[in-house]
């Protein structure tokens, strides 16, 4: 329908942002974090006379590590805009769905950008899901792995899908409050009752996403103290190994030492060397005890 547009921006340069201003007047400051080299660190809302500016991030994959994807949002009325470094492929998917079959869209029939939007984000909450699936399969693997794999690879492999949990955690811990605050969205379309209800579920979502991240980061924890436990217990193991192993042979080169000395037994020089040497453990023993170290 002609009553709702969605411009959906990747890598946007001065051009795009030249073209922006032109078109619909957006304040400078907002066109300017929307340029590709400039990255948001916190998400934000902004609400002015004709649209809500938006920043928010989701959690993708990059090279195996989860990194924060970038999205700059202008909703007003009858359009939306979408702003973006093509990180989030679930966007561009879902846009080309919405191009081949809007019919089965709720934007499409109510003619609301509110709407639009709030598609467009359940689409993306529903990859953050998605991610803590896959992250419940890697925990079942190296839960298995802890007591069979070799250490070395098990730790390492924690490592990674600890900061994994930490970085999703940091990337959609303002969701909610995001969400709620778009509860408070106005359309001239669309009824208060409809917006708070649509926003609320996805606000649940947010909070649903964070509750499962921070059972996620207990479990992995857990595992970690574990796999440190079985670490430990193996290096005592060695340990107690080598102290045997000493234990056995310091007598040996003790005996090996005191005849290979160039002294005559009996004589003054020998047993003043043997005097000397009992004195001396007798006071390393007093020592270790003064120390608590026995």
Known sequence: PSNIKWYNIINAEKKEIAYLKK???????????????????RPMIFEEKDYVFIILHFPVIEKGQVVPGEIEFFVGHGYLITLHDNKIKTLNNFCEYCKNDSVFLESYNLESSAVLLYEILEKLIQDSYALLDKNNIEINKLEKGIFESEQEVVTSQLLILKRNIINIRRIVENHKNIMKKLTEMKSSLVSKEQIMKYYGTLA???????????????????????????????????????????????????????????????????????????????????????????
């Open 23 to 41: 078109k619909f007047n957006f304040k400078d400051k907002h066109l300017e974090a929307s340029l590709v080299r400039i990255s948001a660190q």
């Open 204 to 294: 649940e979502h947010s909070e649903r996403i964070w509750e499962f991240s921070d059972t996620q980061k207990e479990i992995i924890d857990s595992l970690q103290n574990t796999s440190e436990s079985i670490s430990d217990n193996k290096t005592n193991n060695i340990m107690k190994t080598l102290t045997v192993l000493s234990a056995i042979l310091m007598p040996m080169n003790l005996l090996a030492t005191i005849l290979g000395m160039n002294l005559n037994p009996g004589t003054y020089p020998f047993s003043l060397v043997i005097v000397s040497m009992i004195v001396m453990a007798i006071v390393l023993l007093i020592f270790f005890r003064k120390k608590r170290w026995l």
